[in-house]
């Protein structure tokens, strides 16, 4: 990854907030379930949609804009590291939510805060704050992570304070680190005291697992998903199939990559289309701030998916929090082109609204 660069809660100047109905008319829609139609419409009140589906059945609106748009949900990152990136530019580039998975506490739980406000020029960002890890252990020694962004611990005890002070500050998920190719890890019962505690609490636990066995111990102490797909070594059937059970995976396969092909890239590519076959759930994530990923809706990653042997709907499922539907948070994004027909349209991002306000667009 590259530099520190802590991140900024608002540089840019602020959107106008929309007042009254707003009626989006566009050629197409996938409302999240699975349905595609024709001749669609979406209508927004305040931060909340109030109807999406056909045209002709939308209710009257105050005002209306309309385009050559195939409308979508708003699109999700599930791991970004924000600081390290262009908030505006991810905004603008169809992704209206991310997870920042790993970063100082004190940076970015409030700036988590700030972007839920309507006037922030950039996603909603959900955080994980700092990363739990054994002392020494990965990313306390790396060049990309500001002091903080690793919560080191020593002892189970030590690991469940650690959850805790954690969760007050109302994280999106626990991270911890199994990272074995960059320094030490955490011991058996640390981990299971990291899971157990966010359990209780109602969290979900998210792993960086690199090097031999650590997606093993990851599985047996009951971590609920895999930051990255598992790039270091070839993972055996019997355990691809456990992990369909109970563990989701993120996919960041072009980090692999970057429009190359590397042995890396082989490996987990692999894994997930095994683990894509045996009916696991994968959820799109890019890890944005590593290496030159661009921020917004990454085409390249897409292709890797598909790849990997997920369909279209797959794909979008992946990618989007909700359906669009009655009561919904308003993000919606428009594209030149049905992604059903040609999956490089998620790269031709034309309209953007996040929160009911119109960020990209007419």
């Known amino acids: 990854m590259g530099g ?40 927004i009140e305040g931060r909340r949609i109030v109807f999406a589906g056909p045209a002709w059945e939308a209710p009257e609106a105050d005002r ?15 791991h970004v590291h924000i600081g390290l990136s262009d908030p505006r530019a991810i905004l603008r580039g169809g992704v209206t939510l991310v997870r920042d998975l790993a970063w100082p506490a004190e940076d970015i739980f409030p700036l988590a805060d700030i972007s839920q406000a309507t006037d922030f ?13 054994a002392r020494g252990g990965y990313p306390t020694a790396s060049a990309w992570a500001p002091a903080g962004t690793g919560m080191e611990v020593a002892g189970a005890e030590d690991a469940t304070r650690a959850v805790a002070r954690i969760a007050d500050q109302d994280p999106a998920v626990i991270k911890v680190a199994l990272n074995a190719e960059a320094g030490p890890t955490l011991t058996d019962a640390e981990l299971l005291a990291v899971c157990g505690a966010a359990h209780e609490r ?13 997606t093993e111990r990851a599985l047996g102490a009951g971590v609920d998903e895999l930051a990255h797909c598992p790039w270091t070594e070839r993972l055996t059937d019997d355990l691809v199939e456990a992990l369909t059970r109970t563990v989701a995976v993120v996919s960041t396969l072009d980090i692999h990559s970057y429009g190359r092909e ?9 894994n997930l289309r095994r683990f894509v076959a045996a009916g696991g759930r994968v959820r799109y994530g890019t890890d944005l701030g590593n290496g030159p990923i661009p921020p917004g809706i990454h085409v390249g990653e897409v292709r890797h998916l598909t790849e990997a042997g997920l369909d279209a709907a797959a794909i979008l499922s992946g990618m989007t929090l909700s359906p669009l539907r009655q009561g919904v948070e308003a993000d919606v994004v428009g594209l030149a082109g049905d992604p059903f027909e040609d999956l490089e349209a998620l790269g031709r991002v034309r309209l953007v609204i996040r929160g009911g306000t119109v960020r990209l667009g007419p």
């Open 262 to 270: 590397t042995p890396e890239l082989v490996t987990a590519l692999d």
């Open 4 to 43: 520190g660069r802590r991140p900024t809660p608002h540089r840019y100047p602020r959107p106008k907030v929309t007042t009254g109905r707003l009626l989006v008319r566009g050629t197409g829609a996938w409302i999240g379930s699975g349905e595609v139609i024709g001749a669609a419409a979406v209508v």
């Open 121 to 133: 020029d950039g996603p909603a960002i959900a955080a994980a704050g700092p990363m739990i890890t």
């Open 64 to 78: 209306q804009i309309r385009g050559d748009w195939f409308l979508l949900p708003g699109i999700l990152d599930h």
């Open 202 to 214: 109602g969290l979900a636990v998210t792993a960086h697992v690199q090097g031999r066995g650590q």
